[in-house]
């Protein structure tokens, strides 16, 4: 673990990436403490405010230093709250899908025959599938809100984690130690735990990271086409479609400054997960 | 007559993660026209980072620190890149181990002969492929203008080599340097081609040498033979007097584990302990640690010991002793 | 050979009905049609007489075996909202986000490949470095975030290129295409190249990593000992030699560019299927939802098919024998 960390700290662009991830996290977590409105309470907004540049001192008596929304939000605040969200849905989705298709994936290769040929038909099929369009029609399908959002999440990305998985689990299948393990009249369960499992974990481990990141732009890529979450709690994706309007009049902020910090996140898990992969990779070592 | 490849001093490094790996280190010798050597050693050795670093292409990390490769009166040592790659394939060539890594599974055989013609010179496509037509016919391989069309999954092992023989014989280079072209083989393609090799060099006035693990292979081929151990040539000489009369305990070692060299019934001597790693050498004699008669003398650098056009590195050689 | 395509063929069909089953049970689980197609305050007689019309009284079996049996004719029903037969409203769209789709295709092909094959081949060096991070961005910037700061940049800013809708086109064959002015090339410019980022990233990706193990190998050692020059040899052996992967992901990626084009034709205005479908989706526009949906399914098996059929030509080791392994 700590040689792990050594190799990881010898990248200094992947440390610093990790520090954003941390930070980007942390500030979400306190978003309620270290923000001076609460974006989603109705009550605190103020149409006399909406639109305003950054650095605008309202009517509350603070100053708006990333400026306010069309509803007259803090935008600073609004991008912490939107953060929160965003994370929320990213880390459920990125979750749930890693336990349905790490499951699905294993099964698969332990179980062999009809149902692995089964399993991975359907996983393939999936993946050549843009999970886009897939995630369309379930939020139309099942309506706006929470759940039906991580469901379509879910459902777009799980199958990412069943390939990797089966991947993983169908080449550790091949090697001696399984075959024997399997021979001798050990309980299946613990072939899995003991020895499928921990190998298929790094790999799991880096598309998990990716998917997070890709299950937040996927999330905020919904919102932004009107189809992620209720209005009245706007995610990023909501702030940067609902500022969309105001950037040919200049008013860009609106929009840039939450996009700034979804990219921000985004890239920054995507680095991380870069650098994981190259690091659990045998094959690029020398 | 200068002698066509004068290697003084090589000294090949792989600068790795984990240290700097002295994979070839103070190699010298020398090669006539026409003249096949064989080089022999255990995997590890540095026989073919040896062979790689005559042709300029020593894989990152590793490159060529010091010491001096004069061909044709030419130094390659820090010759410049464009200048190597119009020596390589025209005047040196190469050969691998195994034929079906090193041809492009994606592209006829004639298309990949034709680049390697068009490599040097304008040939025009027609003109390339009649003559790797040509070569060929030459290495055995019937009905060669019709197989030009042909992928390489369509040849077996031995007439894929072939076609890399060919490949390498496209431009009668003065030299081939042949790494372990015969171990991915059957035995009885084995001695097929070694026995083209021999002829087809000596037809041609190439010199050659083969890289190989094999002291067997080497003597049915070579003039001579060169043993490598942890990066130095430890043993030269004419093959006969070698195999005859090692001066090495290391080559007196290889001669005893080769089945062929056994009474019937003994067992095979394998050399005892394995290959040293090349990032914690001990100081001295290299082989030391695996010798039956190394001393405490042996930690210090074994000197040269010299018989008429045969030389070794050793504290005590052999022959010395009887 | 012949018994590869007839096997890949009829496994085609059957995903194609496995396809059109889900999407259409997914889909006619969404609201409630009639509420859009009459008028709150219509009478009872009415709403009675319009679910008859439509069908929508059956049980759902019953309405996906109708609809199955017109599909075969190539009916793929009205559109409730525009009232239109959905296959002409969709095969009117088409065309500008096939064009859309091409030229982002393109793109990705034509810059991605010779910058992933550079990055390949010198990963050390700063330009490598400087694609790949380009490449981690394509990958996880959002398309719609990118296509904001191309508008940003490009048409606000800078005012070079048009914000949006699709400009003038040219007719060839009864469709307009906007590639054949250079009026419309400056409309097509900036939502093809929104579209392309993604493809981009991948090419480079997936041409760096072949590129990296090619270069590593006793083909490339080979042709460098014959002399080859280090340009021919990654023009025509490394090129050939990662072509596989490239030409399956390119084909893939074709069809996923289709399903992308939703988000960039919505910023751009662009009028094709993929502003249609969000239209559709937001109005409860079910024929036209499902008829989309369909077609994009038989677009991706008909790829799927293509690709793994052109294998067989590009890798001659698998044209006898059907596919190793």
């Known amino acids: 673990m700590s040689a792990f960390w050594r190799e990881y700290r010898e990248n200094w662009f992947a440390v610093a990436a990790l520090v954003v991830v941390v930070l980007v996290v942390a500030a979400a977590i306190l978003a309620p403490l270290i923000t001076p409105q609460d974006p989603y309470d109705l009550g605190n907004l103020n149409l006399a405010d909406a639109r305003r540049p950054p650095g605008f001192i309202g009517s509350e008596g603070y100053t708006h230093l990333l400026g306010t929304d069309a509803q007259g939000r803090d935008l600073y605040s609004a991008i912490l709250y939107g953060l929160r969200i965003s994370l929320q849905m990213g880390l459920a989705a990125g979750a749930v899908a890693m336990m349905i298709g790490a499951t699905l994936g294993i099964l698969a290769a332990h179980a062999g025959g009809r149902v692995e040929q089964a399993i991975m038909r359907i996983v393939d099929l999936q993946l050549s599938f843009p999970a886009i369009l897939l995630a369309l029609v379930l939020v139309a399908v099942l309506g706006q809100g929470k759940v039906p959002l991580v469901i379509a999440l879910v459902a777009a990305q799980y199958a990412y984690f069943a390939r990797t998985a089966y991947g993983a689990a169908a080449t550790e299948r091949q090697k001696d130690y399984v075959e024997a393990a399997r021979a001798t009249p050990l309980p299946g369960r613990r072939v899995v735990f003991r020895h499928i499992l921990p190998n298929c974990l790094p790999p799991l481990i880096v598309v998990g990271t990716v998917q997070v990141a890709n299950a937040i732009a996927l999330e905020a890529t919904l919102s932004f086409l009107g189809l992620g979450l209720p209005p009245t709690e706007p995610s990023l994706g909501m702030l940067i479609a609902n500022g969309f309007q105001y950037m040919m009049s200049g008013r860009t902020w609106i929009s840039i400054y939450p996009g700034i910090a979804l990219i921000v996140l985004i890239v920054a898990i995507n680095i991380v997960g870069d650098q994981l992969r190259d690091q659990f990779n045998p094959r690029l070592r020398r | ?322 | 050979m012949l018994g590869y395509v007839i096997q890949r063929l009829l496994q085609a069909v059957l995903v194609m009905l496995a396809m059109s089953a889900l999407v259409f049970v997914g889909v006619y689980a969404i609201g409630n049609p009639i509420d859009v197609l009459i008028s709150p305050d219509a009478t009872q007689e009415i709403r009675a007489a319009t679910i008859r019309h439509y069908g929508l009284d059956l049980p759902l079996w019953r309405q996906y075996l109708a609809f199955l049996g017109r599909l075969l004719q190539g009916d793929l029903g009205r559109s409730f909202v525009l009232n239109m037969p959905v296959l002409d409203l969709v095969l009117s769209r088409l065309p500008a986000t096939l064009e859309l789709a091409l030229a982002s295709v393109l793109i990705g092909a034509f810059v991605g490949v010779p910058l992933g094959i550079y990055a390949g081949y010198r990963p050390e060096s700063l330009v490598s470095r400087l694609i790949m991070a380009g490449s981690v961005l394509g990958f996880s910037v959002p398309t719609f975030w990118v296509g904001l700061i191309l508008i940003l940049t490009f048409a606000v800013n800078l005012n070079w290129l048009p914000a949006g809708d699709r400009g003038p086109t040219v007719e060839v064959f009864g469709v307009g295409w906007s590639f054949l002015t250079l009026e419309g090339l400056t409309f097509l410019a900036l939502p093809a190249l929104n579209l392309s980022l993604f493809k981009l990233a991948m090419m480079i990706r997936l041409a760096r990593a072949g590129t990296r193990e090619v270069m590593l190998s006793d083909t490339v050692k080979f042709a460098r000992a014959a002399g080859l020059s280090e340009f021919t040899i990654l023009r025509r052996h490394v090129l050939r030699l990662i072509s596989i992967p490239l030409v399956t992901v390119f084909g893939l990626e074709f069809g996923s560019t289709l399903a992308f084009a939703v988000v960039t034709e919505t910023i751009f205005s662009w009028p094709g299927v993929g502003k249609l479908i969000i239209d559709s989706i937001t109005s409860l526009d079910r024929p036209v939802m499902v008829g989309y949906l369909v077609l994009v399914a038989f677009l991706f098996v008909t790829i799927n098919l293509v690709v793994d059929l052109s294998y067989a030509l590009l890798d001659p080791r698998l044209r006898r024998g059907g596919r190793a392994a």
């Open chain 2, 1 to 322: 007559m200068s002698a066509l490849l004068e290697v003084r001093n090589l000294r090949t490094h792989f600068l790795t993660r984990a240290g700097v790996v002295k994979a070839v280190e103070g190699v010298s010798f020398s090669l006539d026209r026409g003249e096949i050597i064989g080089l022999v050693g255990e995997s590890g050795s540095g026989k073919s980072v040896t062979g790689f670093s005559l042709i300029g292409l020593v894989d990152p990390p590793g490159r060529i620190v010091s010491g001096s490769i004069r061909f044709a009166g030419e130094e390659l040592v820090g010759l410049p890149p464009a200048r190597m790659r119009g020596l390589r394939g025209k005047h040196i060539a190469m050969i691998f181990q195994d034929p079906g890594a090193t041809l492009n599974p994606v592209m006829t055989i004639g298309t990949q002969m034709a680049l390697a013609v068009q490599a040097h010179g304008g040939a025009s496509e027609r003109a390339a492929r009649e003559l790797a037509a040509r070569i060929l016919t030459r290495v055995g391989i019937p009905g060669a203008a019709a197989r030009l069309n042909a992928y390489p999954h369509e040849f077996s092992g031995g007439m894929r080599q072939r076609v890399a023989i060919a490949t390498a014989l496209l431009h009668g280079p003065e030299l081939i340097i042949a790494d372990e072209p015969t171990t991915a083989l059957d035995v009885s393609i084995q001695a097929q081609i070694l026995a083209e090799m021999k002829a087809l060099t000596k037809q041609s006035g190439t010199a050659l040498i083969w890289i190989s693990h094999d002291l067997a292979t080497v003597s049915s081929l070579a003039d001579r033979v060169l043993v490598m151990y942890a990066g130095r040539i430890v043993e030269s000489g004419p093959v006969a007097a070698v195999l005859r009369a090692p001066l090495h305990p290391y080559t007196r070692g290889l001669l005893d584990s080769l089945p062929a060299m056994a009474a019937p019934g003994q067992r095979l001597n394998q050399i005892p302990g394995s290959t040293p790693s090349l990032l914690t050498l001990p100081p001295g004699c290299p082989f030391a640690p695996r010798c039956p008669r190394s001393t405490e003398v042996c930690r210090t650098d074994p000197p040269r010991v010299a018989a008429p056009a045969r030389h070794a590195l050793c504290h005590h050689p052999l022959e010395a002793a009887a």
